[in-house]
């Protein structure tokens, strides 16, 4: 076991300092009121219990009114500018974005994102289903890292209905976790290189790597859940599937030789193309990122020291020594060091919990058979967690349908929603080659935009 | 047999055989020039590559052409049709029309020109501009970007290759590729002998040549990831196809005129002078592969800027000590 101490920044709750790997249900008690008072549909909404306690020590925000265009007053009329959409199909927007850009030459005047080409309508659909029923659902959000979708949506749960997680789910989740968010990071990290080389030449080859290593992190679910990719192995309580025989060891192997690859990344980033690319491209200054509700990497790139897992521990992050990197640019190059940074500390995260999985059930619950068999109290709850991406929210109300076993209303915070958001203010008076670069180094991903 | 040679004799016959035959030979070059760039992405990569078509995938290049026949031809409502059908053939056309002058081997040349270097920079910096106008008949704003990057890269990249390209020109005193080739044969290849500019006109021909070609780190134009494919956007099928055959030749024959500007042509100590000049520009080729499937990209402001602050002085610089060079061994 590495260090069973509290990080000396993070504000942690009495209860949570008592007993290090407290269940969810008791840091939420300590927080706010237990038991809700009435249903949601008649009355007033109940105060939400925060399973985590908010952070206050953040830098405030002034009289900050961010631009969001160059000055549009020196263009005499739009017949002046070129209006180019980019978007909803283009090989560069990570998936159907529309971003509308007003061009002066290859400039940048004005940049108009519209997001929403893939709602699928999972919120309300959700209104609709039991909590096993959601979990594979919320897998599709962000479908580059499913795993810790189906960790958000489950912790939302078990806090709404006060149901303890076995310290081996905990480890065990954080195992997951981390090994998912060095999975995301591979997989930006070679789309990020598309969008710099693009599809025939070095980009390819980058993304051809990336993908050779989140390949093996694939294998790894694959043997632990049986499914590559939207893997629903979470479930209220606990996890569905314990670790098998000799997984361990084969996540040693994988994540070491991951860990070896990624010195070679991490040279990359010294490149000079690269550098010249990135360097001073895209700059999001603090304020900015504040403003806008940035969460994750790319408020961590911009120099605020923010963390969930660190600030607000959940599973088991208060079990481990974890550092955070910050860098102060904001830029694409220090988006994309403190992502690569952010690899290497995951995976020895992965190691040192995986080694020391304690013994016991891994989940407190009997699977759910029929309706009505876990009834959600009729109370609110929001849960936020550190995905890849940043903070993800699950803003739960209990007391829906199915006899009080689905949610009366889910709202998901998605990190990449937040990320699109910068476009505006960003990208005007760069080129059209450094407006790739941005998006690329955001790092969104649209099924959680849209939902 | 003899009267087989005097018909040969004939300016318009031997040009017309030693047209179609280097013609043919460079297509189909081409065609196994993807199937080998293909397969050496693929090493880069590990993976396999082509592997279905034929043994190792030979067939693939065929399979290519085919598919690429059979899809439709589609042409925008709004482009201008004549300049949108004529664009890839008078590309491609520019693109063969550089060949007429490379020697392969003393005899195998369709026409020793006088002015060799010159004809062959004329006419591949010429290539830009049937680009330009396929992307402006196209009528497609990412199409027009692609264009207007094309032809601006084509201008600037054309001063350095002109004057990196004169370098072995004044060490020779010709502007025959042929008695180029002959006088290094004499005296040492100039990338090596004398010491000094030729390497570095060497290296700066292959540059150029790369972005000329519009290779990565240069190939700004096409920019797949910023442009979805640049000027050739909107082109369909075997168009599409003729632009991209284009650029592969463009490319082969660049490599072919630096093997024999600078690396002694068909010089080598043994065998027949043909294997040597191909096996100069497959080299060439490859490293210019190599270079493609490794580099990240520039963005088209430093591109520039690249051109204009280092490599036109810089070119100019080697040309004045060249001159130097050749005026002090009079």
């Known amino acids: ?451 | 047999m003899n009267e087989a040679l005097e018909l040969l004799a004939n300016p318009w016959i031997h040009g017309f055989v030693f047209g179609a035959v280097i013609v043919t030979a460079l297509m189909s070059v081409t065609a196994y020039i993807t199937w080998f760039e293909r397969k050496f992405a693929a090493r880069l990569h590990s993976r396999m590559g082509p592997t279905m078509v034929g043994p190792k995938g030979l067939l693939q290049p065929i399979a290519d052409g085919l598919k690429m026949i059979q899809k439709e031809d589609i042409v925008p409502r709004d482009a201008d049709r004549l300049l949108f059908n004529a664009a890839p053939a008078i590309t491609l056309f520019f693109a063969l029309a550089v060949a007429a002058v490379i020697p392969f081997s003393p005899g195998l040349l369709a026409s020793n020109l006088d002015i060799g270097v010159l004809y062959a920079l004329a006419v591949s910096g010429l290539m830009g501009f049937p680009v330009w106008v396929g992307a402006w008949a196209s009528n497609n704003k990412y199409a027009l970007f692609g264009g207007m990057r094309a032809v601006a890269q084509a201008i600037s990249y054309e001063i350095p290759m002109v004057l990196s390209a004169l370098v072995p020109v004044v060490l020779a005193g010709s502007l025959s590729i042929g008695q180029i080739v002959e006088y290094q044969i004499e005296h040492g290849w100039f990338a090596f002998w004398p010491p000094g500019p030729g390497i570095f006109a060497f290296v700066l021909f292959m540059l150029t040549a790369l972005a000329e070609g519009n290779r990565i780190p240069f190939d700004i134009p096409e920019a797949e990831s910023e442009l979805v494919a640049g000027p050739t956007t909107e082109y369909t099928g075997i168009k599409f196809g003729l632009f991209a055959s284009a650029e592969y030749i463009h490319s082969l024959l660049a490599s072919a005129l630096g093997a024999a500007l600078f690396l002694g042509g068909w010089d080598g100590p043994f065998g027949i002078p043909v294997f040597w000049m191909l096996l100069k520009t497959c080299m060439l080729f490859v490293g210019v592969t190599w270079i493609r499937w490794t580099l990240l990209r520039f963005r088209s402001d430093q591109l520039m800027a690249l051109c204009w602050v280092y490599l036109v002085p810089g070119a100019l610089g080697l040309l004045l000590i060249t001159g130097l060079y050749v005026h002090v061994r009079g």
């Open chain 1, 1 to 451: 076991m590495a260090v069973a101490e509290t990080p000396p920044a993070a504000p942690v709750t009495p209860a949570a300092q008592a007993t290090p790997i407290a269940p969810v249900t008791q840091v939420a008690a300590s927080t706010g009121p237990l038991v809700p008072s009435g249903p949601p549909r008649d009355g007033p909404i109940p105060p939400i219990r925060a399973a985590r306690t908010p952070r206050t020590d953040c830098k405030p925000t002034k009289a900050f009114v961010p631009e969001p265009h160059l000055d549009l007053s020196t263009y005499e009329a739009d017949a002046d500018l070129m209006t180019l959409s980019l978007g909803p199909q283009h090989p560069s927007t990570h998936g159907v974005f529309r971003v509308v850009l007003y061009l002066d030459g290859e400039q940048i005047v004005k940049a108009v994102p519209y997001p929403g080409y893939l709602h699928r309508g999972v919120e309300k659909l959700c209104e609709k289903l039991m909590a096993s029923n959601i979990t594979p659902i919320i897998d599709k959000n962000d479908y580059v890292a499913p795993m810790t979708n189906e960790q958000a949506v489950n912790m939302a749960f078990e806090s709404l209905m006060g149901v303890e997680v076995p310290v081996r789910a905990r480890y065990l989740r954080t195992v997951l976790a981390e090994t998912q968010r060095v999975a995301s990071h591979l997989l930006w990290l070679g789309t990020f290189g598309m969008d710099l080389g693009g599809a025939l030449g070095g980009g390819t080859s980058l993304f051809m790597w990336c993908f050779r290593e989140r390949e093996l992190i694939l294998d790894l679910f694959e043997n632990l859940t049986g499914c590559r990719f939207h893997y629903n192995t979470h479930t209220v309580g606990g996890n569905r599937h314990d670790v098998p025989a000799g997984w361990p060891e084969m996540l040693h192997r994988t994540l070491g030789a991951i860990d070896e690859r990624l010195d070679q990344y991490l040279g990359m980033l010294e490149h000079p193309i690269f550098s010249a690319r990135t360097k001073g491209v895209g700059v999001i200054d603090a304020d900015l990122a504040l403003e806008l509700g940035l969460t994750g990497p790319l408020l961590r790139a911009s120099g605020v020291d923010h963390d969930l897992r660190r600030d607000a521990p959940y599973h088991a992050y208060a079990e481990v020594d974890l550092k955070v990197f910050v860098e102060d640019a904001g830029d694409c190059w220090a988006r994309s060091k403190v992502r690569i940074e952010e690899m290497r500390e995951s995976i020895r995260i992965s190691r040192i919990l995986v080694d020391n999985l304690p013994p016991g059930p891994i989940c407190s619950t009997k699977p759910l058979k029929m309706v009505g068999q876990h009834k959600l109290p009729p109370g609110q709850v929001y849960v936020g967690i550190e995905t890849p991406r940043g903070e993800l929210g699950t803003w739960l109300i209990g007391g829906g349908a199915n006899k009080g076993s689905s949610p009366y209303r889910l709202k998901i915070r998605s990190p990449s929603l937040h990320a699109c958001a910068v476009i505006p203010y960003v990208l005007p008076g760069c080129s059209l080659s450094d407006a790739i670069a941005i998006l690329g180094s955001l790092d969104p991903v649209m099924g959680e935009v849209d939902r």
